[in-house]
């Protein structure tokens, strides 16, 4: 009868860890997937709005400085998730614009 209170208690003592230990480790997992998705997420957001940054300020042929240092933190928190591919291109020739209105001469 001893030996089978200890049984009893070694199993329902160590089933119990080991069931929490269970719930722990699929609560991090989900954890983990959300995260990334929120990551993989914000990535994409930035890089469809430095596209349009680009697309707007090339149109206008100039980038003015409260624009560029917009871009400019856009690109380093994107840059900080990983992969840039396209991107690094865009903002390189967004900082090769002007940052001066192009000014239009007049017709006689």
Same mark, same amino acid.
């Given at each position: +009868?001893?030996?089978? $209170?200890?049984?009893?208690?070694? /199993?329902?003592?160590? =089933? *119990? $860890?080991? @069931? !929490?230990? =269970? $719930?722990?480790? !699929?609560? $991090? #997992?989900? #954890?983990?997937?959300?995260?990334?998705?929120?990551? +993989? =997420?914000?990535? !994409?957001?930035?890089? &469809?709005?430095?596209?349009?940054?680009? &697309?707007?300020?090339?149109?206008?042929?100039?980038?003015?400085?409260? !624009?560029?240092?917009?871009?400019?933190? +856009?690109?380093? %928190?994107?840059? =900080?998730? *990983? %992969? &840039? *591919?396209?991107?690094?291109?865009?903002?390189?020739?967004?900082?090769?614009? @002007?940052?001066?209105?192009? /000014?239009?001469? #007049?017709? /006689?």
């Amino acid at each position: +009868m001893q030996n089978w $209170v200890k049984e009893y208690w070694i /199993k329902a003592l160590f =089933g *119990g $860890v080991i @069931s !929490a230990f =269970g $719930v722990l480790i !699929a609560w $991090v #997992k989900k #954890k983990f997937k959300r995260q990334e998705a929120l990551e +993989m =997420g914000m990535q !994409a957001l930035l890089r &469809n709005e430095i596209i349009k940054e680009y &697309n707007y300020w090339t149109e206008k042929e100039y980038c003015p400085i409260y !624009a560029r240092d917009n871009i400019k933190n +856009m690109y380093t %928190q994107y840059h =900080g998730l *990983g %992969q &840039n *591919g396209v991107i690094d291109d865009l903002y390189e020739k967004i900082l090769d614009l @002007s940052t001066e209105k192009p /000014k239009i001469e #007049k017709e /006689k």
